[in-house]
């Protein structure tokens, strides 16, 4: 099955500043790949995805880039502000298993200011 | 804007008693999934369900797991009897046909404590 590896685990940046978080995928077959941004005892809120034909998606500060060929994509969020702080995680869907979200091990965002 | 609802926000329980999960899906979506959370881990797939089916499950998803659509709106997932292994945040999720339309929403998610 999918297996979905993410990484940093935790990443504390500046106010204003970027921050990257990667993701690897193992299923050549999937096909769609969303991020999430998780609040303290909140559910996991969609915030941008990123379809297998499509290389690079844009929604204001923040952009996904996905690589099929190396089988990895991820998250950039610009000019960063604290209540971007929250886990993010990474999933990978499609291919062999239909629909199932197969996510990331998280990465704790921190931002200060 | 709809959105998936869940009750209770908080189940105690004591280990071998069973427990229901409830799940209110966006009304028209025809996907429904569980997913589970243990604290400060990541959020893992138990169960897909379509049709009034099972389409697809985990290897976490064993013999003491049970979902069901009793009706229109619901659907529910049982756990015969509970371990304390099974602590943990349980979100309910739905989608319309993957096919055109991988999103899913999230529900709030329910608090299990198993004691």
């Known amino acids: 099955g999918e297996n979905v590896e993410q990484h940093p685990s935790t990443l504390s940046v500046q106010e204003g500043d970027s921050a990257v978080i990667k993701c690897t995928y193992s299923?050549?077959?999937?096909?769609?790949f969303p991020w999430y941004k998780q609040e303290l005892g909140k559910r996991p809120q969609l915030i941008i995805d990123i379809r297998s034909n499509v290389g690079e998606k844009k929604d204001q500060r923040i952009a996904v880039t996905l690589n099929k060929t190396a089988k990895h994509f991820s998250l950039h969020i610009t000019e960063t502000q604290p209540e971007d702080s929250a886990v993010y995680f990474c999933?990978?869907?499609?291919?062999?298993?239909?629909?199932?979200?197969?996510f990331g091990q998280g990465t704790i965002l921190t931002v200060h200011p | 804007e709809p959105e998936v609802t869940q009750t209770p926000s908080h189940q105690v329980t004591q280990m071998g008693q069973e427990v229901i999960l409830r799940c209110v899906p966006i009304s028209n979506h025809l996907y429904f999934y569980w997913y589970r959370q243990i604290l400060g881990q990541k959020v893992e797939f138990l169960v897909s369900?379509?049709?009034?089916?099972?389409?697809?499950k985990s290897e976490i998803f064993d013999d003491q797991f049970s979902v069901e659509r009793p009706d229109g709106s619901n659907f529910t997932l049982k756990i015969r009897s509970t371990k304390l292994e099974d602590s943990a945040m349980y979100f309910c999720?739905?989608?319309?046909?993957?096919?055109?339309?991988?999103?899913?929403?999230f529900g709030p998610g329910t608090r299990l404590t198993v004691t």
């Open positions: 999720a739905s989608s319309e046909d993957p096919a055109l339309n991988y999103e899913q929403y």
């Open positions: 299923d050549s077959a999937s096909n769609y």
């Open positions: 999933a990978a869907a499609g291919g062999t298993s239909y629909g199932k979200l197969t």
């Open positions: 369900f379509y049709n009034n089916e099972i389409s697809e």
